[in-house]
């Protein structure tokens, strides 16, 4: 397959990056292959010809599934590497992994890795060629196609997100997931809160847009939505055990709290979650859970964006 070259590869490795009418296309285009999975429709070859490479140097099961199938529905080979027993094991590094499976032809690559901000130095390096690099989570610093999934979820609810209160607890410092959160919500017009136990508060300076609150119940008080988040014991560098008992006591979504101070909130979390820890089963499980529908929303998102970066590949 051949293209223009251009003076930047297409990326998308945080949506601070892209602007709003980007933006708004990639949310109304998901919302668009949503409805077509929905109804069984024919859906568009975008991909057909573009090989697509799954590089997760962290653990995955929903966004690398996600993005199989979302390439394989659109027309894309699609290949996935057990980065564990790939080359970069002996010293190889990312630049040269995808340079070198670049030279077999794939185009576009899913990156998960636990460094931050790496990808678009690696993009930039690689100027010239025929590709696109795609973000699946970067560190603590960006999730941008989760953070695309909790903005359409809430869209197809609420219509839109103006001045709707959305409370995002737990471990937030360690979140790739809140960050993306935060940027897309607030962009589209939500009030952000955000509250969980002093560890795992960012610095003042940081996540300024969001309100921060003393305690879950002060950060659920009249909330339209509670996102919970997964304890990332993978980024910890303290020593020490978590009291999960005691985490679940103060920090845990649970039906009767809901039901005394947000009772019409609906929950979110990106999953995975951890029962009875995080979020008690009855709420994860119950009428006002939105978890499964974010996984659903996983593939028409992922849809619209390796769609996206295949036609600015060719813009
Ligand atoms: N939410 C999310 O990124 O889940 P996975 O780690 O399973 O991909």
């Given amino acids: 397959m051949t293209g223009n070259l251009r003076s930047a590869i297409p990326t998308l490795t945080s949506l601070a990056d892209i602007g709003d009418d980007s933006l708004q296309h990639l949310l109304a285009r998901a919302d668009a292959l949503d409805q077509l999975l929905s109804s069984n429709g024919a859906l568009p070859a975008s991909l057909s010809g573009i090989t697509v490479a799954n590089l997760f140097f962290e653990p995955s099961t929903r966004t690398r599934a996600s993005f199989e199938l979302a390439a394989t529905r659109l027309g894309a080979h699609v290949i996935n590497l057990d980065m564990a027993r790939a080359s970069t094991v002996k010293g190889e590094s990312l630049l040269d992994t995808i340079r070198t499976l670049h030279a077999m032809n ?11 901000r790496i990808l678009q130095p690696v993009a930039d390096a690689l100027v010239g060629q025929y590709l696109a690099i795609v973000s699946a989570g970067e560190g603590r610093a960006d999730h941008p196609t989760q953070g695309l999934i909790d903005a359409l979820t ?109 009772p019409d909130a609906l929950v979110m979390h990106p999953g995975p979650f951890n029962r009875e820890v995080e979020i008690a089963s009855e709420v994860a499980d119950g009428p006002r859970s939105l978890i499964l529908r974010q996984v659903a929303l996983g593939i028409p998102v992922r849809m619209a964006v390796l769609e996206w970066l295949a036609q600015e590949l060719d813009a």
Avoid at 106 to 116: I, M, N, P, T, Y
Avoid at 186 to 214: H, K
């Fill in 106 to 116: 794939v185009q576009l690559f899913v990156v998960r890795h636990a460094g931050e």
């Fill in 154 to 262: 809430l869209l197809q609810r609420f219509g839109n997100l103006e001045g709707r209160t959305i409370a995002i607890v737990g471990d937030i410092v360690h979140s790739r997931v809140a960050r993306s959160a935060i940027h897309v919500m607030g962009r589209l017009g939500a009030n952000l809160r955000i509250a969980g136990p002093a560890g795992f508060m960012p610095p003042a300076e940081d996540l300024q847009e969001a309100v921060r609150c003393a305690s879950l119940d002060e950060a659920m008080d009249g909330a339209d939505v509670v996102m919970a988040l997964r304890i990332q014991r993978e980024r910890m560098t303290e020593e020490g055990t978590l009291d999960e008992m005691g985490y679940f006591t103060e920090w845990g979504l649970t039906e009767n709290r809901l039901a005394h101070i947000a």
